[in-house]
């Protein structure tokens, strides 16, 4: 059986838009306006998409409630081990004390709430979704500031906030390297060759960002006025990682871009706090002083002592990945290479190409794959959990706490991994039954305008998925045949679908709950949603902008093969 996608199911493209964003809308309304729990807005949400499915796409059930259940268990593998096993990490730092040094180091960097934000969520949450991404950044820094005594919904906000500059380059550049996978035989080109190409796009893009994210998130945590008393600091911060990021992605490779511009943001903010500090400390309302001696904490041994788990999970992605970054090397060096062999890749059982799509989706009537991957090893999940065993025993810990703290972690964010699983069951249902290509249709009939809307398409999907991978997969190839049908670069269009996800990031409703669950406050995603939702919609418009003058001004900024 075979069910050929209508992308336009009402009669009107824009009125069969409205009717398919029905799920989005409801799972809005229910977290932001009815404030229910993510995990019952997201059961309220998958039922309304397989309702339009079934009712207005006329998609077969057996094919509908089939491309759910592919959903969810891409959420289970593909999202939820790796967020897991990065709560995991945390908690095991936690369970075994380390967390302790950790904290007496970060406070030791400067008593001042503002400089503890802007190393902490600004610079090692970018690190953290550099080397892992998968909602691990929001986790840990989350629950790293709370545990400092930031107020816990505070925290998560300025995470959220936060990870907006590096999620295009995230996971070692896993974004872009699916966009190249996917969109290089539209464009005629080398699957590398269109990987570069897209990198050095959003390396010209997102670096505009990364200037002013860093005042943003002093702006928002303690107002404009103190955030000018630290302006060295800020600027030294969004200077340093837009600097590099700019570098790395035109220059180096894609999947170094987040690591090296966060080292350089964090060693830069150093320096600086050897030579310069606020002339005012500022702290929470009736706060006293955290640190009454820093001498100990900012020792390099007392340094790498507290890091030294971080350095373990940061070595194993990094050995993982090393094929990734450095090409051509011998067999026995090549780690990745063989970490890969373990991947078991099958079709997926009554879904795959049994669904048809057709132009303007795909160039001509073509049956729509599905296909799943399991990389047993090299997926970051496993990375991270074998990185915890390690760091577990380097830090002291026993089996035994091991495996409590695992159980624990698992009753811990048993309700953010449901919420992961319909979310993800959503984003299937929605693109095999043709609602997410008919919305995306109708954002591409702004014409001239287009690359602003194009920003749009992508924060659409990493609002549904809580991925940029996920986006680049779902709308990377129609924004490219989008921007050829409308002669316009499509270099371009896949960098805006790319840097206009980022916005997305801090709104998805996965990524919410995973930092709720973090730091112990599950059921407030709603208020994370209302405090994060214009600035994703602000943000999102801030690169729908550039792109627009890219597009037609600033061309010469679009690089070309």
Known sequence: MTWLQDYQPAGGLWLSALLAALP?????????????????SAALALVTALGVALLLYRMPAALAFDSAAMGVVFGVWSVAWIAFHAVYFHNVTVATGRFDAIKRVLAGFSEDRRLQALLIAFGFGALLEGVAGGGSPIAITAAMMAALGFPPVKAVVLALLANTAPVAFGGLGNPLIVLGRLTAPIM???????????SAAVGRQVPVLALIIPAFLVVVLAGWKRMLEVWPAVLTAGLAFAAMQFVASNYISASLVDVLAALTAMAALWVLTRFWQPASVW??????????????????????YAWMPYIILILAIFLSRIGTIFKNLPAWLDLTKLLHKADWIFAWPGLHNHVVQHPPITAKNAPYAATFTVDFLFSPGTVALIAAVVAGFAM??????????????????????ATIFMILAIAFVMNYSGATQTLGL?????????PLF??????????????????????????????????LNPILAGATNTSGGVMGKMISPQ???????????????????????????????????????????????????
């Open 188 to 198: 005629h080109l080398k699957q590398d060759q269109a990987t570069e190409l897209f």
């Open 442 to 450: 109708a954002l591409a009939t702004t014409g001239a305008v287009f």
């Open 396 to 417: 002291g810990g026993r089996a035994g706490l091991l495996l409590k703290t695992y159980r624990e972690t698992l009753f811990q964010m048993r309700w953010a991994l």
């Open 454 to 487: 194009s920003a749009y398409i992508g924060w659409l999907g990493v609002f549904l998925t809580g991925s940029d991978a996920s986006t680049n997969s779902l709308f990377g190839p129609m924004q490219v045949i989008s921007a050829q049908q409308l002669n």
């Open 283 to 304: 702290r929470f309302d009736g706060e006293e002083s955290a640190v009454k001696s820093l001498g100990a904490a900012r020792s390099e041994r007392g340094a790498l």
């Open 24 to 40: 989005i809308v409801v799972l809005l309304v229910a977290l932001g306006v009815v404030r229910l729990s993510a995990h019952l």
């Open 511 to 561: 990524n919410l709950s995973i930092g709720a669950t973090a730091i112990g406050q599950s059921g407030k995603e709603g208020s994370l949603l209302r405090q994060t939702f214009l600035w994703s919609l602000l943000l999102t418009a801030v690169v729908g902008v550039i792109s627009l003058l890219q597009a037609t001004i600033l061309t010469a900024m679009i690089p070309a093969p």
